[in-house]
Structures are given as structure tokens and as C-alpha cells.
């Protein structure tokens, strides 16, 4: 079978030019000057893209390693949590809690919702002992974004930890850690940064800090720890590895990140997103389906989520139209693998016409299948949207 | 400004990942026992995709170098060619017969029409002296595809030497050099092929190395001469380079070949083409527009050619699908520049939905200047092409 | 500053031009087809090369991950292990079976030695109820290279586990894993293969797998869980991802694996580092430096560890190295930091005249810095090596 | 056979990675916006680097394109050249224009030795009516480097118009255009700039512009035409291209030319192809070898030629240097071909210890074949003046 030629999926999403050509850079030593600098150049950069002043850290692993770090540094047996659901991710931060021993008040919401800040400030106030708040701002899965600022000022005054789930938010939404109050986050490089996937970016402030250093049972000495990064990387000066960095993948996030910045800086790449999105759920709708979120106003920058229709397979779906059109779509993932499509719209994928290949993609499959779809309002709703946005930023 | 997302234009078209990996491998010195072989494999494929046993010879320089060299090696003063013109290349190239003091007896069309082989057997009738005939196979600048294959069997009923411009036919469609009695050819590399502008790949018959032999005018220690190589490469053992290849060029040509093989071979290659180009006539007709071609039967597989309707200037349109889309398209050449618009569907351009982007950043460009279009007519009617084509091929 | 031009230090190493290309390759989804079956492909070609019919594992992270998941998985209190050490990564090793509660037998040899197999005997015949065996194959930061077959026949009499670290081993020098009675291995991706680092290639037996299901402590439900391989791809049919794979990281070393198998093969690959390892002590030597290994007979096949003279520091000598000649050289690591230099003969710098380039640079450097070496001889005894391995090899 | 692992040839030498990073970038339309600015700034940096106002024309094809365009559009039957004469490339430029119908005087010199600008002064009084002089800066054939400046001097006091190949001269030694009064060059991008292979850099001046203007000759409605760039770019607003540039070479020469402003500028360029030439030359002589170049002072920075000694052939040599150490070197050229080796110290071949591995890998293969040599001295020879030559620059 061929490569595809649109790789328009939930993530990994396709990388640009430049970074490809930064991940096909030589492999340098790791401690070689030029590296390292462009290593500490990233760590810098990464804080001023989420607008925080805290350390960064950049874990070797995708997210699940850099959450798992965090749920382990921050949880001993009776740590009280407040998780916040509004999809599978979230509920599964909530397993690895409880299996840590933790004592987790949940709020969850449907899938195809968000969490309501007002409902979070009740449920801290009926648990003034909450120590953390965890939430995940957007969630791929399903693509649905939290309000992370709004639920920022409530955490902020009750006192708890706030810990953000910012993997798919970075880079197409707006994070702003310092001032939204969040004390630790874990943004992705995959997703709207699109860099190669294979790492974890995790924000740690100060009273994150402590609240590990004050849990016997957080990580130390192991792959897990992100105690060991703060003694051994962000105490000292720097430059000593705690071990071997995965040079290329590191190449490439910084090459996502210095043409982000080229690019016009983090709020042109929200704009960009932001009107991506709102052309495909238009073209989505025109097509005559269902979006998944119900109401767009939390429907995720990033992904957007589509209710399968009947008589169809989502499998069968995506195979039909990797084969036939060369274009990779996702679908639901966890409990939702067989309820919904996702089209994604990270990185490159957000420029340009790539979400009409993506809702016609979509539309024309489902059409093939026997599903009765408008493609062609579809693409014109697409179309329509990016021209009303794209005048708009260009006059 | 950015790079474009999107080139789908008449050429140079946008190249497949491979070529671009072969592009930017190593600059190898020219007798590298690496390079050498690279480049006498290379000749012996092309021979193979143009179904021909004759000579093949890589010309450095595009097309119209390759073509000043055919002209030249077989034109002296008072050379009787028979020119066949249904576009702007066989037009310029009658031009340069003449200013080379050819006698050129000319068969013209409409550049919207294909010639007739009907009336090239009654001007060979006409003409019984003419010793060459030139013409062009497939006419980028108009996107009309001429009969070679029953010119060629007229030209050979006559006796004639057949000189045929097959730059943008080669890899898009049938080009049968030897069964068609073609005695030259100037193939490009950056057309169907899709590998880098800079080569022009010439077939060479015996009766066309006579021709030139006997020709006291054709060029001889020249970077023009094709008798230089005759001489110093063909006869020789193909291996003491005329001057140093540009090495890169070389190897992405190499690389477009080797894929065009292993996706499936030449005929895939033409299909691929053949159904980009229905898809996007058909999104084309839809959007409302006219296509150039007065017949679609002759309309070429490589690029669709489309009149530029009222009110809007074809530069300020592609300015515009440029800035807003990302998309590159192009507009008529030559005499035609300000007349027509050029949706190119060649190499990777060919396949899955460029054809779609194609049609839509038009038809949306031409929405947004105030040309009444039917984007998603034209949309559907491409993506429903491509469905019932793919249909087809992949069941 | 400029990159370096030559990278030939004790890994990550350079990169073939292969391996950077595939790099560069697109980022797929990791469940379009064309990923899947690259990565399913992948585990197979490793098994063969490492002569193993056990389960490849390939975890993310690189080997400090892949060692940590091994001792987690093995260990609960009380564990019995015996520990050999001959370096400073099996003494780490040791450290962290000692955190997790395991009683650690050591068999500990001085760093510039290697370990005894009959000693290993005497040792198991003292404490027979040692459950696992654990050593270093390959020493990097010593370049000492221990006989992995004769205490693999010992263990295997004596029953324990045996798990091996061969990390630098892996492509460079003879890893036979079913025949030697390796329960469990650890390789590494970014030493000999020259892919790049980030990944941890594991091969686990039924042995090792039975051990770990009846650890109650073994990880579960974790980013360092082996288990979670197990179950839920290894059990399964191997396309269920338990997180995003490194998509870029595994096109790199999956070209690594094919440039080597196209490369003459595991056999040829392995005297290639023997012969770059041989050239580079006979230059070290002639040099009028000390090798690091006692007895050449241990010294490894992928790095050459030198001892520093006096009136030098290894910090001091590498800067100026790096600076005035564009080379990359490593120092010892850990305890041997500001003891010995490291010449890496990995990967492609194995190959060609890269020992005389790393030979001749530390001599020219070291002879700018005041110490006394015969730059000349060091360098001409690196060619004469290899001329007569060659030599061999060719004719 | 595998591609060798250096590339240390007269030319086309070996492209750094972001030259390559560039060929294999996306192959852009040739009107599109990106392209053209990068078109238009390379023609711009062009003269900066080549220290010219004058115009700057880069011609697709190789150098012997860009001089028959310069013969022939200087040319016509009578015209008198002097036609001064050091190697191989400018005695055949005096064939070309004997048969063009020029009348020439020549001047030469053996092709060991440099040009005298005292006999070139004698000459022109002899022949005042020399309309143009011509001679080729560096002879990259036998490595000897000619008086520009001063023979600039004497033409410019005589009135010819003079004409230089700049080939391999341009990025490695001085070539001021406009002060030393040259009216005309071509320049190279494939030897000490390091890009592709493939294009012709012509500078031309109005003085030069008018002579062809004037002759009837001169070549026009051609591809060898410079008036035709003269008339549809230069006096145009250089947008519309002749005919389709060769995109990715483009690409490439841009970046060479970007690279080495960044690195340093065009006089560090030169200061390193000048230590690269002497360190070869030291290694060389070590070695026990004969240096081609009677006399050091003449010897080219770009390539070294050697003298090869007696009971082996250069082909022999090279071809087993090439098998068993993967060293790509070049023998001699044209009736030289024989005698001498050549070894390039061009581009990123002039950083770093590249010199090294070409003298020992000539050193050790000429050893290999029975002739004595001291690989050792030559070796030492080569780090000791780079050390010698690094200190300098460094400190």
C-alpha cells in the first residue's frame, strides 16, 4: 500500500517541511554545544509560547509517560483529588489516581459537553480538603475544550493544585499558565504544534514542586520522576543529561517551534486553528451529520468530532477512504472508537484547504457506503468559511 | 509570505516525498562508480517507459534546450518540415525553423482544437518534399492533447522524419516511440513525471543521428549538439561524461522513475492521469465554467485548461488563491496568459483529492471576486468523478 | 558555533544518510497501514538480527528506561539477583535492584577488566538461590566488552534468569540471544545501528514474561510496564498501540535495521566494528597513549576508551578539539569522567577513515595542549589497519 | 557498491547538509512568489559575494554552457582574442574560438606553471588590436591559480574587454569583479561554493553587453544566448523567466550562498580553502610526493594536484582508494588525465580534517600498490598545519 497523501487524523499530524527537515538533520551527540544550546533555546521558548515564567521540562515519552509522572509526583495514599471528566481521557487520569491510592471526587460530565466552572466551584466547596484539581482542557478524544481560565480562578481561590491536561490545547487554543493559575501542566508536541510525537512538554511551578517534594512516594530515581529532572537538570545549570535526549524528535520540536514563531507568533497560530474548526463543523453540517459536541461553542480548536451515521462502520469508513482517496481520518478513540470520526486540523492541517479534503473526504466515503451526505454543500461550506475568515486576517 | 501549501499548477509541478529524499541525498562526484551506474539505469528505464529501443540521451537544460537541439540538428537552410501548430509551443517552434531558414509549410488549429491526422496526410500529399514533421504531443500551455499515435502512422506512410514534443505527454499518457514511428522525442522530467525542471530527456532514432549526420549545419562541439553525444557517449561506451551532470537533478529524475515503476507502472501512471483529468473537467463544468478545450476528447490529462470568464483578470485571481488558500495555480502562456486559467493534475497532483483543491481554490477565488460560481457543485462533481474512477480501479 | 562535521563519539552517534532520510520521512498516523506494518516489520528484522525467536518489545525511552521497566518487572523484596560488574552501568544497575528491595549478590571486576566466567560459577555455586543474573555486554563507558556466551552457558547450567544489557552490543559485536540463554535483553538503537536515540529494544522470553506475571510488583498499568506489552500487544494480534509510538524515531531505526541488512548483514556489520575497533587502539597506541582496557582481548568493538594523560583535562582536550577541528569526541562517564576519551567507531563511523579522523584528531589536539604524542604514527597505524582488514575483506 | 563515504573530488564536491536540506525542499512553481524573491536575492548576493555591480545572469547548465554563451556572443568571423593560456580549460576555450572564426593569440604557459602578467602586458603591445582577453582564473585540471588582479590591470590599461572563467576560483580565493576590471566571468556553483551541479553564475558588464549587442553573431532566440537575458530580464523587471528554471538547483545554490554568508562571509571562505590548500599540499609533499604546481605560490586553493608516481596508473589508484577506504578522488583531466591525481579541499571539504583523510587515503593506497610513501609524515603534515592555520583564526 502507498503512503497517504493527507494525513488529516487526531494526531500524530503530518509534519511541515521544516521540521521534517530538522528530524532529517544530523544526529548530533548530545552534548555537543550546538545541542545542548538548541535544547535549553526550546525549554526557554516553550515557556514564552504557554506564557509562563515556571521551569519547563521536556520529558522523553508521549503524554501518557508525562501524566503518569505527574499523577505518581503528586499522589501518596489519600491524596485528595477533584477530577474533572468531560471525556476519556480525563476519566482515565482518574483510574490511574485511584489506582495510586488516591481519594478522587469526580465531577463528570457527558462526553459531548464541558465542564461548567460554576459546578467545580460547588464541589470545592463541598470538599474544602481537595488538594488537586486535575482537568483536561481539550479533549482530543472527543474534541471538546474545557475553560481552563474560568476554572483557573476557581481552583486559584480555593488554594488546591491545578493540573492541566494541555497535550492537544497547545499550540491551537490559548494557554496562559501563569495567569490561568495552573500550577502544572503537560503540553504535547504532536498535535497542533506538530512535531514528531515521542515527548512530553510538563510546566512545573513552584508549589508543584513542593507538593512533590513533600511525597515520599513521588517518583525518584526512575524514568518517572520529575524530581529527578528538578535536582539534577533544573538546580543545577543545565547541562547534564539525565539521560540521553532523543536528538532528533528534539530537533524537530524546536524546528515546530521556531516556524510557529516565524509564522506569526502563538496567537496567528490560534487564529489559524480556530478558523480551521469553524470551517469543518460548517462543512461538517453541511454534509448533512452530526457533530459530536453539543454545543460548538466547546468544540475543540484542534479536532472536530463527528457522529457516525447509521448503517456504517467507522472502521469500515476510514478504510474505504484511506484506500480510495489516500486520506487518513481518525475515529473515536477508547469508549468512542466506533461512535465518532475525527477530523483533524493541527499544524499544517489547519492552513489552507486541508479541511476541505478532510470533510470531503469524509462526505464522499460515507457517500460510497451508502450514506446519504451533501458533499458537495459540504465542501461549499468549507470553502465559504475559510474565504469569510481568511478576509478577515489578510485585509 | 509563506510557501505554498498546495502547487498544482502547469509545471513545474510539486515532487513526492521520494523524489525530494533522492533530491536532497548526497552530491556524488560524476564518475563515482555509484553515480555513473545511477545514470546509465536511468537511460535504459526511460527507454522502457517510452516503449522504445532507440537511443535515449540526457540533455542538460529543459525543454527548449532539448528542442533548439532537435531543430538545429535537423534543420539547414532549406529544410522542408512540416510544422503541425494547435498551440503556443508548436508555434515558437516553427518560429525557430525558420529562423534557422527552414521552409515550413504549416498545418494550424484553433489552439482549443487537436489537429487531424486527416489533414496531415493531405499535406503530406500536398507536400511530398517535406522531410520533417514536427508537432506537439500534449500542448501545457492550452491543455490539448493531439493524436500522435495516428499522425505517427501517417508520417510513416510518407516517409518523413517524426520530430515530437512529448514533454508534458511523457508519464500522463501513452507515448509508444518505436510502435508510433517516432524517430525524436524531447520528454521532461518535471511535468507527469514530477521529478525537477532542468533535464530534457531526448529519444533518438537512426534515421534521425542520419539526419543529423548529414546535416553540415547541426551543431557539433556544442553544448547544443546532440552529435556530441552520438559521438563522444552513445558510440563510446556511455560513461566519460560531455560535462559534469547536475548531479542532483539526476538523481531526483531517477527517483521520480524508480517510484512511477513501483506504483504500478506506466500504465497506472496514464490512469492516474486520465482520471485526474476527467475529475477535473468535470468539477470545472460544474463550478459553471468553460473549459479551453472545444472537445474534451482532446483535452490533455496533464492540465486542464479553463477560459477565464468576465470581470476578473486571470494574474489578480491567482494573486488572490495564492494569499487566501495557499494554493499556486496557473494561468495561460504565451498569447494565452490572460485567457485561461491552468489547473495542473500531474505526479503526485494526480492522485487522491488534489484534483479537488485544485477546482475549489478556484471556483472559491473566483466566488470571492465576484464571479458567479457553484463551488460546491463543482466540488461534488470532482469528488464523485474520482469515486466512480477509483471504483473502478480499486475493485 | 557550526555544527561539528564529524560526530564520532560513544553514541548517540551520527546518522547514516539513510537513516536521516527516513527521519525526514513523513510523520504518519501510527495506525495508517503503511506505519503499522513498518513497526510490526520492524520487531521481526530486530528478532533476526539479535538470532532470537523471543518477543521484541519496542518501548519508548531510551535504555535507561527499557533497564528500569526489566528490574521493576524482575523485582520484588527479596529478589535474589546476582549483579556482574565490570563498569559503571552495571553498578548502576545494581544501585537501582538495591532501591527496589532486591538482595544483590556483586561479582565486581576493576573498570578496565573484564568479567570471569568461572568466577560467575564459583559465585552461583555459592549462592544457589539466585534467581536472575544481570551483566553488561558492551561497557560503553569503558569499552570493555564481557563474554556474554560463556556465562550465558553458566547461568543457563545454573538455571537463574540471565538479562543482558546490550545496549552498545547490538550490531556491533556477535549477540546470538536464544543460543547464548539470554531471558531478557535490553538494546540499543542509537549505538551501533546509528539509528536514533529514544527507543529501548527489548527482547523478553517465556521465562522472563512467567517471572514477571508472578511478580506482584512487576509495573502494571504503566508507562514502564513490560506486562502491559504483554497483554495488550504481544497476547493481542500486535496493533492495538498502548500510547502514540514515536513515529519518526521508529522510521529512523527501521531504516537502520534495512540499511544494515542490505549492508552485507548482521555478520558483516559486526566486522566492520571489529576492524574500526582494531585500527583505532593500534593509532591509540602508536599515538604513545594508554588504551583504557587491560587486555585488548575485552576491549569493545564500538568504542575505544583512551586514559588521559597528565597535564590535561578530558573537558579541556575535547573543547579545543571540538573547536579547532569540527570533531565530536566523548570523555569517560561517571566515575570515569575526567579519566579516559571515548573514540566511537559506531554505525557509519565504523566505516571508511573515520577511526583516522578521531585517532588523529585527539593526537593533534593533545599534542596543541603540550602533551607528547606521534601524531604521525597514531594516524599511519590507523591506515595500515584497516588497509590490511580491508585487504581481507575485499580479496 | 555502496556511495563512498567521502566525496574529496575536484568537483562536484560534496553539498553540506543544508544545501541538501534545500535541494530536497518542496520543487515550487517557478512563478510562485517564494520562488521568485529567492531567484531575484540570489542574483543579488551573487554580485555581493563576487564584489560587482554588474549584472548577474544565472544561466541553467553547466560551466562549459555559460562559456560557449560568452565565446559566441563575443565572437564573430576576425574578431581577435588574446587568449592566455595555463591548463587544459583555457587552451580548449581557444579551440572553441578558433572555430568560431576568431583569430587568436595565444599565450601559454606549461601547464604546471602560472601566467606572467608581464607577458601578457608584452603581448597586448605586440597585438594592440586584441579586442578581448580571456583566461581561466583557477585551472581546476592541474590545480594552478592565475594573477587575476594584476592581469586585470594590464588589460584594463590595453581597452580589451576582459573575460575570466571564475569557475572554481569563486568561494575559494579572491575574485573581485568590478575592482580588478573584469568584464566578464562565469562562476561555478559546484566547486568551492559546494552547491549542485548544473548552472552557470555569469557576471556581465556593460562594456560586455555592448560588444554583443553589437555583434551580429551573437547568439539570440537561443539558449545560449546572454542578449536574450539581457533583453527579457535584465532590462525587464527580471520576472518573467526565458524559460523554466531548474527550481531545486535554485534551491541549492541559494543556500550554499546563504551558508557561507552565515558563516563568516566570503573572506572566511576563502582564509579556509586557503589553509585547506596548504595543509594538502604540506600532507602531499610529506607523503614524499611530487605537488603538480611548480611552485607553491601558484598552487589553487580549490584542489590539489599531485604527480603520480611511477609504476601504478591514476585510474588503479582510485579505484581501489574508492573500494577499500569509500574516498571518492579524481584523477587528472583531459591530456592530464593520466598524470596527476587531484585532491578537492572545496566547500565543507575545506573545513575540518578533511584534508587529512584525502592525503592518507591517497597516501595509503598508493602504499597498498607497492609505492613509498610516509603515510605518517603526510598525515602529521596535514594536522600540524591545520593546527598551525586554526590557532591563527581561532585565538
Redesign the interface.
Known amino acids: ?7 488529516l ?1 487526531a ?5 511541515s ?1 521544516r ?3 530538522a ?12 545541542f545542548l ?1 538548541r535544547f535549553n533555546d526550546l525549554e526557554r521558548k516553550l515557556g514564552v509560547l504557554l506564557h509562563t515564567e515556571k521551569d519547563v521540562v521536556l520529558m ?6 508525562g501524566l ?1 509522572a505527574v499523577a505518581r509526583g503528586l499522589t501518596t495514599r489519600g491524596t485528595k483529588w477533584l477530577n474533572l471528566v468531560s471525556g476519556v481521557y480525563a476519566s482515565w487520569f482518574g483510574d ?1 489516581l485511584r ?1 495510586l491510592g488516591a481519594e478522587v471526587v469526580t465531577y463528570e460530565v457527558p462526553f459531548d459537553e464541558a465542564l461548567d466552572p460554576e459546578q467545580v466551584r460547588r464541589l470545592l466547596a463541598e470538599h474544602p480538603d481537595v488538594e488537586r484539581v486535575s482537568l483536561v482542557h481539550s479533549e482530543t478524544p472527543s474534541g471538546i475544550e474545557n475553560p481552563l481560565r474560568e476554572i483557573g480562578e476557581v481552583v486559584h481561590a480555593h488554594g488546591a493544585l491545578l493540573v492541566a491536561d494541555v497535550v492537544s490545547a497547545f499550540g491551537g487554543c490559548e494557554v496562559r499558565v501563569d495567569d490561568w493559575h495552573v500550577d502544572l501542566c503537560v503540553a504535547g508536541p ?1 498535535k497542533c504544534l506538530a512535531g ?3 515527548m512530553s512538554l510538563v510546566v512545573v511551578g513552584p508549589r508543584a514542586w513542593a507538593a512533590m517534594e513533600a511525597n515520599p512516594d513521588a517518583p525518584r ?4 520522576s520529575l524530581l529527578d529532572w528538578k535536582t539534577r537538570w533544573v538546580d543545577s545549570d543545565r547541562t547534564a543529561f ?8 528534539v530537533n ?1 520540536v524546536a524546528a515546530a517551534v521556531d516556524e510557529l514563531i516565524d ?1 506569526g507568533g502563538i496567537d496567528a497560530a490560534i487564529a489559524r486553528h480556530e478558523l480551521a474548526g469553524r470551517a469543518t463543523r460548517a462543512g461538517v453540517k453541511a454534509l448533512g451529520l452530526e457533530l459530536w459536541a453539543k454545543d460548538e461553542r466547546y468544540a475543540a480548536n484542534c479536532v472536530t468530532a463527528v457522529r457516525c451515521p447509521e448503517g456504517v462502520t467507522t472502521a469500515q469508513v476510514l478504510a474505504h477512504v ?7 481520518l ?1 475515529k473515536g478513540y477508547g469508549v468512542l472508537a466506533t461512535r465518532l470520526f475525527r477530523l483533524g486540523h493541527m499544524g ?1 492541517a489547519a ?4 479541511p ?2 478532510a470533510v ?2 469524509l ?2 466515503g460515507l ?2 457506503l451508502g450514506v446519504e451526505v ?8 468549507v ?2 468559511t ?2 469569510a475568515g ?2 478577515a486576517v ?1 485585509s
Do not use: K
Not at 538533520?25 to 548530545?30: A, R, Y
Not at 484511506?322 to 487518513?328: A, I, S, T
Not at 451533501?374 to 461549499?380: I, K, L, N, R, T
Open positions: 500500500m502507498n503512503a497517504p497523501e493527507f494525513t487524523t494526531g500524530p499530524t503530518m509534519a517541511d521540521v521534517r527537515a528530524l532529517g538533520s544530523p544526529v548530533l551527540f548530545d552534548y555537543d554545544p550546538v544550546e522523553q515519552g508521549e503524554a501518557v509517560l503518569e490511574d489506582a504532536q514528531p510525537p515521542g530515581g526512575s524514568f518517572l539525565l539521560f540521553t535526549p532523543s536528538v532528533s524528535d524537530g509564522s484511506r484506500e480510495h482517496y489516500g486520506v487518513m481518525s499544517p492552513r489552507s484547504l486541508y476541505l479534503v470531503t473526504a462526505g464522499q457517500a460510497d451533501d458533499v458537495g454543500a459540504g465542501a461549499a461550506a470553502a465559504a475559510i474565504s481568511r478576509a489578510v
